[in-house]
């Protein structure tokens, strides 16, 4: 089979195809660069029936690009045009154009319409005649809190307002910094603080970097600053990342547990990753109990939070200390969550515990309600454990799509009716995107049908936007508001698993590339990661490059900007995971653990949590490896690679899924 190198758009037809792969060498369509602006005449040609939203867009595309405009203009813009994407951007160019205005009345009418949180605005206005300085000074004493981080930022904001900075304003700005990880300007915040909270920043920064001083700069905090929530968080991390264990669970009893249920959501959560990840490292090293006592500490947590120290509660009770009706006890409640892969996780568990009770009915309970939850992971893991033949992702990668393709058939997708229809069609965002396609402006196109998804309040409105996305040609937009639906309670499974590109046939299991493609990318071909790697399966140029010279192709020519190229990209990552396969013996959930995580940290793994999968383990026991990773990122990838893989094969059967046989089926 040929693959796909282009998405070819039809505005039109409200059509997307795929299209035969050229050689690893050829060129492929481009998706415009966002520097490729349409003029006034192409606004105006070609779009009578939408003059009005076209002549809007040019207005916001030229105030978007490198020419920009005048403060006025982004004033108005922003005024006329409130619910258009990229408001946080355009404001950004609103303050650096009223940082550059020179006329007096201009400044005294803009200087007040919004609160300012630049620096160079904020300075600049000072000198305006409105609004007052007072307020002026309040504008800057919370921009200092939030945020001007960058050395000229700062400089700029202490030599004109720095004598309004409280002590407390300054902590704050620390605090926050430190928090969020921007350690080198808190470092140069430190000088700013109250002399007696110096050595509980130092402290703090110390811990945070994992600085070989960090003991003895702990050992100088004051007393009463021991209690500092982040300085406590900080020294649990710093313990653990030692593996200083017992000390860390030692803090934990002393201090970590009290304080943790004094914080705010925000920083509760964080307590929360910090207690997941020494609870997982016990767990490697087989403390069992020593790990459900830092798990299961019964925090207010937020909710996924809570979700998260719920199911790992319940995993160590029921796999670890066999106590499944404590275990259920925990399950339950993720059996209930609105988002869909918590729920498939808890009903799917909650029936593995009713198991271990000797519940038989009550366990296939469970299993019957996951198993509608079909274009889940674990929702097809209780297909699995209902039709007891050992066909699963986990085991049988190839064959696990065709027994999961009639639960498929039965998820229903909101229909929206002909007036929903109408009215979502022809709101201004939804009319911005398709004119933008029009122009062949998919880049900002995107932006519009997110941010119709992002006000959506109602799951029907979930399956227009990403019907539109699916009409318009953006396939990797469809698969982003599927994720949303899904964490909404809503199955997509038409638009969210699109097949925009068909890779060439390989000795690897049926829909693995795509379900890798699809949790890479999103199936964005041009998309570069903030490590750099690049394209539908995320490859580093470096790696792309001993890929192909180890398949003996053109290995030169391997570089970031060929790699965007969808040919390429695949033929690439296909190799990667036809090695990936060799390596470790055909087991799928050790390919896509080491496609994540790397090869090196699956052999410590396999030498720490044991090789179920060459040891012919059944389906259970692999699932419990998976559950044992101790990265939460790989975990999931695991879990979200092998559902997708399992849809494309149930899809690839020979019977359509989503909406269309959801109403055959209710006729």
């Not at 965007?564 to 396969?581: D, S």
Request: glycine residues 6%; contains cysteine; aromatic residues 8%.
């Amino acid at each position: 089979m040929r693959g796909c190198g282009a998405i070819v758009a039809s505005v039109v037809a409200g059509l997307w195809m795929s299209c035969p792969l050229s050689p690893l060498h050829a060129e492929v369509p481009a998706i415009p660069a966002s520097s490729a602006w349409p003029t006034e005449h192409q606004a105006d040609t070609g779009n009578a029936d939408d003059s009005p939203v076209a002549a809007r867009l040019t207005v916001y595309l030229r105030l978007l690009s490198p020419a920009g405009g005048s403060a006025d203009e982004y004033a108005n813009f922003l005024t006329e045009s409130a619910s258009w994407p990229k408001r946080a951007v355009m404001m950004a160019r609103f303050e650096r154009a009223l940082a550059q205005e020179n006329d007096p009345a201009t400044l005294t009418r803009l200087c007040a319409r919004w609160q300012l949180g630049s620096a160079q605005a904020l300075a600049h206005c000072a000198t305006a005649a409105a609004p007052p300085p007072s307020q002026i000074t309040q504008w800057a004493r919370v921009a200092w809190i939030s945020g001007a981080d960058q050395p000229n930022d700062a400089h700029l904001m202490q030599q004109q307002f720095g004598a309004a900075f409280t002590a407390q304003d300054n902590w704050q700005r620390f605090d926050r910094q430190e928090r969020n990880g921007r350690l080198a300007a808190a470092d140069a915040q430190i000088p700013f603080l109250d002399p007696q909270q110096q050595p509980l920043a130092r402290a703090r920064l110390a811990l945070h970097r994992n600085d070989a001083n960090a003991q003895n700069l702990l050992a100088a905090v004051a007393d009463d600053h021991r209690d500092d929530a982040m300085l406590v968080l900080d020294q649990l991390r710093w313990l653990d990342h030692a593996q200083r264990l017992d000390d860390a669970i030692a803090l934990w009893k002393h201090r970590g547990f009290a304080i943790e249920r004094q914080q705010d959501k925000a920083t509760a959560a964080m307590f929360w990753h910090a207690r997941d990840a020494l609870a997982r490292d016990l767990l490697m090293q087989g403390r069992n109990r020593d790990a459900l006592l830092i798990a299961d500490d019964q925090s207010a947590l937020p909710e996924v939070a809570s979700y998260d120290a719920q199911f790992l509660s319940g995993w160590i009770l029921l796999q670890r200390l066999r106590q499944p009706a404590k275990a259920l006890a925990r399950f339950e409640p993720l059996g209930r969550a609105t988002a869909l892969i918590t729920r498939s996780r808890g009903l799917y568990w909650s029936g593995r515990a009713q198991a271990a009770r000797g519940n038989r009915a009550a366990a296939r309970t469970a299993w019957e309600e996951a198993a509608q939850l079909a274009n889940t992971f674990y929702g097809q893991m209780a297909i699995a454990c209902l039709r007891n033949d050992g066909v699963n992702g986990l085991l049988t990668p190839g064959q696990a799509g065709g027994p999961v393709r009639e639960y498929l058939m039965r998820l229903r997708t909101p229909e929206p009716t002909v007036e929903e229809s109408v009215r979502f069609d022809t709101s201004d965002l939804a009319r911005a995107a398709q004119i933008l396609v029009s122009w062949n402006d998919f880049h900002h196109a995107r932006d519009f049908v997110i941010k119709l998804d992002e006000e959506a309040t109602r799951p029907v409105e979930h399956v227009l936007a990403a019907r539109l996305a699916t009409r318009l040609a953006m396939p990797d937009v469809a698969v982003l508001i599927a994720r949303r639906a899904g964490r909404d309670g809503v199955a997509l499974v038409d638009d969210g698993w699109p097949r925009p590109f068909v890779p060439a046939e390989h000795d690897l299991p049926q829909g693995l590339e795509l379900a890798v493609m699809r949790q890479e990318s999103n199936f964005d071909p041009t998309i570069v990661s903030g490590a750099h790697a690049v394209g539908l399966m995320q490859l580093l140029p470096a790696t792309g490059q001993e890929l192909a010279r180890r398949t003996h192709q053109p290995y030169a020519t391997v570089t970031a900007a060929t790699l965007t190229n969808p040919q390429v990209n695949m033929t690439l990552g296909a190799a990667y995971l036809q090695q990936l396969m060799e390596r470790f013996g055909g087991s799928v959930p050790y390919l896509l653990a080491a496609y994540n995580s790397g090869p090196h940290r699956v052999d410590t793994w396999l030498a720490s949590l044991g090789d179920p999968a060459r040891e012919h383990a059944s389906g259970e026991v692999v699932l419990d490896w998976v559950e044992s990773i101790p990265f939460e990122e790989t975990r999931n990838y695991v879990e979200r690679v092998l559902e997708n893989m399992v849809i494309y094969q149930a899809r690839a059967a020979g019977t359509a899924t989503g909406t269309a046989v959801a109403t055959e089926a209710a006729r």
